[in-house]
């Protein structure tokens, strides 16, 4: 069993929120746009809460280490899958950004079985490009006119576009450390 502390438990509540952001969606349910919008950007808000939490009160934890980039993972490719679905962004951003995530945590696991984690730890690359998705994603979920002043899509899509670019930059930098550290000259 994990330690459930309060870290954890937003962890958690994150990765419970997936199918409410799925279903608010895909499912016949009045207002589904916002709700799954709302859903989202309560969620993001957890990510750095939950981390600053767990950092301020010494109760980091192995669970938290490993679930937390994972539920913002199932939130991003959740979303972005559905928005492809709904073509409210083009299937290439989808892959970029959920390539990307998957590239990146092979490469994270293939560093800490050799040794070398260190290397490709998170870095402010990493958590621009997070911030970045995070959002972006919300004004594609609402897809409508956000306090009459504007419609969401058009500043969605150059924003989920910057945050793709983000994320490309950030995988090479990611690249480049995993490089540098000689662990992709091994055999």
């Not at 199918?19 to 859903?39: F, K, M, R, Y």
């Not at 950007?41 to 939950?50: K, R």
């Not at 669970?63 to 290439?92: C, H, N, Q, S």
């Not at 480049?176 to 992709?184: F, I």
Request: charged share 15%; no cysteine.
């Amino acid at each position: 069993m994990f330690p459930l502390n309060l870290p954890n438990a937003l962890t958690l509540i994150r990765i419970l929120l997936v199918p409410v952001l799925v279903v608010a969606l895909t499912v016949e349910t009045p207002g589904g746009d916002t709700i799954a919008a709302i859903v989202f950007a309560v969620a993001a808000l957890t990510d750095g809460l939950d981390g600053y939490i767990a950092r301020s009160r010494q109760s980091v934890t192995t669970f938290g280490k490993v679930m937390d980039p994972v539920a913002d993972k199932l939130m991003v490719a959740a979303a972005l899958i559905v928005l492809t679905e709904f073509g409210r962004i083009y299937a290439l951003v989808a892959l970029i950004i959920i390539g990307r995530e998957i590239t990146i945590s092979a490469l994270r696991e293939w560093m800490a079985s050799i040794g070398r984690s260190k290397s490709v730890a998170v870095n402010m690359a990493g958590k621009v490009k997070t911030v970045a998705q995070l959002v972006a994603i919300p004004f594609l979920l609402f897809d409508d006119v956000l306090f009459e002043l504007f419609h969401t899509r058009p500043v969605g899509h150059v924003l989920i576009w910057v945050a793709a670019g983000i994320t490309l930059w950030s995988m090479v930098v990611y690249l480049k450390a995993a490089w540098r550290s000689g662990a992709l000259h091994e055999k």
